[in-house]
């Protein structure tokens, strides 16, 4: 899936760090479904707000693949 908003390494960064943050994190995802959720709750909407704080969950930045420089001299 393409993201409309492709998030960079440090926006992935912080959201790392903000995963840390538990009772934030909660809170959130308690104010998304109160936002995101219609009356009564759609389970494509559910599974969607889930989906993303799962994604929060084990968000880490993109790694550097690649060979490292080393000076061969």
Do not use: W, Y
Not at 17 to 24: A, H, P, S
Not at 56 to 71: D, F, H, K, M, Y
């Amino acid at each position: 899936m393409t993201a409309l908003m492709p998030l960079t390494n440090d926006e992935r960064s912080r959201l790392q760090r903000l995963n840390q943050q538990k009772e934030v994190v909660f809170a959130l995802k308690k104010l998304f479904l109160n936002v995101c959720v219609e009356n009564p709750a759609s389970n494509e909407a559910l599974t969607k707000v889930n989906k993303a704080f799962h994604d929060l969950e084990v968000i880490q930045p993109a790694s550097q693949t690649g060979q490292r420089e080393e000076n061969l001299v």
